[in-house]
């Protein structure tokens, strides 16, 4: 079965996610650790429901999960810094853990004025690569 989900607003890179802020550990100990930003988290927690939303209810992979996506950007961002947020997201929404996608960047425009990541998702079988140019959408 292959399904696909819409993203949308810019994507945050790895880059911007973390911070140093300040925990406690169970003794009561304070230290400084590294946390996600508030961007951040509302940007995974948003890009979370709207997989969630566009996921079919029947949908239950075999094994891996091939991931092709398309970026549509407004400003130009690395995909590789793309992935940790975008997988986190997946993962929280689908309930399958992130070591199972097999993720392909099929195209990346920049300069769109409705930034967002088109998602296909589809069983991963041997021999198989969805990562065939796209159909040509753009803004």
């Known amino acids: 079965m292959m399904w696909t989900a819409t993203i949308w607003g810019q994507p945050i890179s790895v880059n911007d996610i973390y911070e140093i802020v300040w925990r ?9 650790g590294i946390g996600k930003k508030d961007t951040a988290v509302k940007y995974q927690d948003d890009a979370t429901l709207q997989v969630r939303v566009a996921k079919p209810s029947g949908w239950i992979p075999s094994g891996q999960v091939r991931i092709t996506i398309d970026a549509f ?6 995909c590789d810094n793309l992935s940790k947020i975008l997988m986190d997201a997946i993962q929280s929404a689908t309930g399958i853990n992130d070591r199972m996608f097999l993720s392909c ?12 990541l088109v ?5 991963a079988k041997a021999g198989v690569c969805h990562c065939r140019p796209n159909n040509g959408e753009s803004d």
């Open 24 to 32: 406690y550990s169970s003794t009561g100990r304070r230290y400084k």
């Open 73 to 78: 950007l407004s400003n130009d961002i690395d």
């Open 105 to 116: 960047w099929r195209s990346k425009s920049i300069g769109n004025k409705q930034p967002r």
């Open 119 to 123: 998602l296909e998702f589809s069983d």
